[in-house]
């Protein structure tokens, strides 16, 4: 994607990134994409998450396939999908998913598993602006993930490699509430919590398909924390820190 065609998509996607930034994506180089960035960053600084109401409180439910575990030893992302959440409310009017260009060779299991083949990769969009376009699309909202240490070390890697800058968005799993539900409870796979909170599987091993199961499950623990009394996420850290 041109840097031109990226502007204009960021026009089409939002209203509040300012027309100064928009100026600096339109120009060529990576100190405009910087530029972007740190500006969110200072947003973030600025916004009290820990105090919003949960029933307020605007996250980015976020899911990464990728052809491994370990992006340091050469895993890539394939795909970025995501889905934004108010409250419990999933505004799954307002998605984001994109495939990210690679010249990749993929193993049977990867293809099989994700239904993700060389030749969408070949013609997908460049990774740094697939970033580019996700951060544009949640702004300073919180991350949320199933098993967020892997989303996190690739987002980390990819922030660094494309932007050379550091990924400072809050990443929250989804362990977080369900601790809080069940303090004793061990790690579970997507589907284990799926099925424990009848929720149907359905397009799984899809990033964005992902995304919107996790965040059925987000709202599923976000109204059991609220009915047990919890009305912010500075109380629910309190509690987790006592556990």
Not at 59 to 69: A, H, Q
Request: net charge neutral.
């Amino acid at each position: 994607m041109r840097m031109n065609d990226l502007a204009q998509y960021f026009r089409q996607i939002s209203g509040k990134v300012s027309s100064s930034i928009y100026a600096g994506i339109q120009g060529q180089g990576n100190l405009q994409q910087r530029s972007f960035i740190r500006q969110l960053q200072k947003e973030m600084k600025e916004k009290n998450n820990l105090d919003t109401p949960l029933n307020k409180l605007e996250v980015v439910i976020f899911d990464l396939e990728t052809t491994g575990f370990y992006p340091e030893k050469g895993d890539r992302v394939l795909s970025i999908g995501a889905v934004k959440m108010i409250g419990q409310h999933i505004e799954e009017n307002d998605t984001f998913y994109s495939l990210v260009k690679s010249d990749l060779r993929l193993s049977e299991e990867i293809i099989n598993l994700t239904n993700i083949h060389e030749s969408h990769l070949r013609e997908a969009p460049e990774a740094r602006d697939v970033l580019i376009q996700l951060f544009n699309y949640a702004q300073s909202r919180i991350f949320v993930a199933h098993h967020s240490k892997h989303e996190k070390s690739f987002m980390q890697k990819m922030t660094w490699d494309l932007l050379k800058t550091r990924f400072e968005h809050r990443i929250i799993d989804t362990s977080f509430l369900i601790r809080l539900s069940d303090p004793a409870t061990k790690s579970l796979s997507l589907e284990e919590v799926c099925n424990n909170c009848g929720i149907t599987i359905k397009d799984r091993h899809h990033a964005l398909g992902d995304a919107i199961m996790t965040a059925q499950i987000w709202a599923s623990y976000l109204n059991k924390a609220q009915k047990s009394g919890y009305s912010n996420l500075r109380e629910v850290y309190e509690q987790l820190s006592k556990l």
